[in-house]
């Protein structure tokens, strides 16, 4: 069997940051912090991936033994991980290892990104820094970020940023996941263009171009996809208990047993979906309904494709943004 994309692997839903767009924020009240063990984490088949993500709704650096899962996962396939980099020079030995390391940053404005994400922008700065100017040939280094119409004007700052810390990549991500009724509103994307989203965007492009800084920026017009990014037929995600997800949007560390999610300017409740092995994941008709969705794209006279499932159809994902 040919290898598989990407496993993302929630190995902490701890974190020391309370950011504004996070559910860890917004569901405190039932929120379940804890590290994924070291039992759970060897039973993973990395073989069967290409890549793994060491990184879920948490901070993957707070996991005691997240050295060591660096060590395990490199054996079998390429590994990287999302961090909120404050830890980034605690653990510089294990990040030297990584493929990738992206670094959640919320703006090139110091005090956009405080308020947003409660943490000094200049920290991040010297723990990237750091990275940078220790590494050899990788790990890649990507600034990773959220766009917000709150913050979306110094989208071209963050390019800036991303020169002066020596990283290679800027990644501008949608805020797809909408958690509660104060977040309605600071997402960029709809069914039509908003001109001053489309301007920043434009003007941070030419900026990481001028710069030789590597710059994607999510799609902001919705329409439905076949298969979203997350692309559930390749990848998948384990959860901190070693239970198995189709994507980090239905997998949610919290008490109940339901994912609240304001999609279109109403709240929706979704059930989660879970798998107890690799195999049952595998086997499942979740993912033979995106194989099926899928297989519209190779065919000559296209045939109607099957609808989205029930807990995807309130999704932005599913709609290319």
């Given at each position: 069997m040919p290898k598989l994309g990407f496993v993302q692997v929630e190995v902490s839903t701890r974190c020391q940051l309370s950011c504004?767009?996070?559910?860890?924020?917004?569901?405190?009240d039932e929120w379940i912090a804890k590290d994924m063990n070291m039992e759970t984490f060897r039973l993973i088949p990395f073989k069967k991936f290409h890549y793994a993500h060491l990184q879920g709704w948490g901070e993957p650096l707070l996991n005691p033994n997240i050295g060591e899962m660096?060590?395990?996962?490199?054996?079998?396939c390429k590994v990287g991980l999302t961090t909120n980099g404050l830890l980034i020079d605690h653990h510089i030995d294990s990040i030297l290892k990584l493929d990738l390391l992206a670094v959640s940053v919320a703006s090139g404005d110091a005090r956009q990104h405080e308020r947003v994400r409660g943490c000094s922008l200049e920290k991040l700065a010297g723990n990237i820094k750091l990275v940078s100017e220790s590494r050899g040939k990788r790990p890649k280094i990507v600034i990773a970020t959220m766009m917000l119409k709150s913050t979306i004007e110094s989208l071209p700052k963050l390019i800036d940023f991303a020169a002066e810390c020596g990283a290679d990549e800027v990644i501008?991500?949608?805020?797809?996941?909408?958690?509660?009724?104060?977040?309605?509103g600071e997402e960029v994307f709809g069914l039509t263009a908003d001109k001053d989203v489309e301007?920043?965007?434009?003007?941070?492009?030419?900026?990481?171009?001028?710069?030789?800084?590597?710059?994607?920026?999510?799609?902001?017009?919705?329409?439905?996809?076949?298969?979203?990014?997350?692309?559930?037929?390749e990848n998948c995600v384990v959860a901190v208990d070693g239970r198995i997800a189709p994507c980090a949007y239905l997998n949610l560390p919290t008490a109940s047993e339901t994912i609240p999610r304001w999609f279109r300017g109403r709240i929706v409740e979704v059930p989660k979906v879970y798998f107890c092995s690799f195999k049952e994941w595998l086997k499942s008709s979740?993912?033979?309904?995106?194989?099926?969705?899928?297989?519209?794209?190779?065919?000559?006279?296209?045939?109607?494709h099957p609808p989205l499932p029930q807990p995807c159809r309130t999704c932005y994902k599913a709609y290319s943004v």
């Open positions: 504004l767009m996070c559910p860890k924020s917004c569901f405190s660096v060590d395990i996962a490199a054996k079998s501008a991500n949608n805020l797809d996941y909408i958690p509660s009724k104060e977040l309605v301007k920043a965007v434009e003007q941070a492009g030419k900026r990481a171009e001028e710069l030789g800084i590597g710059f994607i920026a999510k799609p902001r017009l919705m329409e439905e996809a076949l298969v979203c990014a997350e692309n559930p037929v979740f993912r033979e309904t995106f194989k099926r969705r899928l297989q519209v794209l190779h065919q000559s006279l296209p045939n109607e």
